[in-house]
């Protein structure tokens, strides 16, 4: 069964700092991975898809890359801003299924 | 960008009675997927719903407690039956591809869900 792990579960940093937040997965056999944001009640917004064949996937300040084999992604946000401020996460599609398998997520608090 | 709608965007309901929940898509997708995110809680998949055919059901969940309809290829309803206060969550609409690479999958806005 694939779980899907998110460290740290909570961040807080200045505004500026670069940050790294982290995704580990069970089982490699994975179709793509996607990562999210999520206000506070809110739906989720996508941000990156990495397929299983690639290493990374770059997006303005965001860069999220991917190893298989270790079962790990991380996305990568660059002079880091209030604006984002939200919960990320991290979420599989495991070979054969349509359905995501999400992490727990980071709740990131970026401070002015 | 991809529009996905839901309504209502929260409700407060009793325990007993039943809610049922609309998405709505502004273009025609295959497949439909209805994730439910408990408080404090990661997303887990309830029901793929296909047009066509009956939803399939993950493990945990049941077409008696969560019945679903897909009658056509930009519309469905999730109910949730019998409602008690574990019900309580936000219920999210998710299609694939809408509107970007086929494999991104996109979410509606959810219905937050409060059963007392």
């Known amino acids: 069964k694939q779980e899907v792990t998110q460290i740290p579960a909570a961040l807080s940093v200045p505004e500026g700092e670069n940050l790294v937040l982290n995704c580990s997965f069970t089982d490699s056999a994975i179709y793509n991975l996607q990562w999210f944001r999520q206000d506070p009640g ?5 941000l990156l898809l990495i397929q299983s064949s690639q290493r990374e996937q770059t997006s303005g300040r965001l860069n999220a890359s991917l190893d298989k084999s270790s079962g790990r992604s ?23 299924f349509q359905k995501l398998v999400f992490g727990t997520g980071t709740r990131l608090l970026v401070s002015p | ?33 209805w994730y439910r995110q408990q408080p404090g809680q990661s997303l887990t998949l309830i029901a ?13 969940f049941v077409i008696d407690k969560f019945p679903i309809s897909r009658p056509n290829l930009t519309f469905s309803t999730l109910t949730v039956s019998n409602m008690s206060p574990e019900d309580s969550s936000i219920y999210l609409c998710s299609v694939l591809g809408l509107a970007g ?3 991104t999958q996109y979410f509606g806005p959810g219905t937050r869900l409060t059963v007392l």
């Open chain 1, 74 to 96: 991380t996305l990568y946000i660059a002079a880091s801003q209030p604006g984002d401020s939200a919960t990320y996460l991290c979420a599989v599609r495991p070979t054969g």
């Open chain 2, 1 to 33: 960008s991809a529009v996905i709608s839901q309504k209502p965007s929260r409700d407060i309901c009793q325990r007993g009675t039943s809610l049922t929940i609309q998405c709505q898509v502004d273009s025609q997708v295959t497949m439909m997927f």
């Open chain 2, 48 to 60: 793929t719903a296909n047009q066509g055919s009956e939803a399939t059901y993950e493990s945990g």
């Open chain 1, 42 to 46: 809110k739906g989720l917004t996508s």
């Open chain 2, 101 to 103: 690479p086929t494999d």
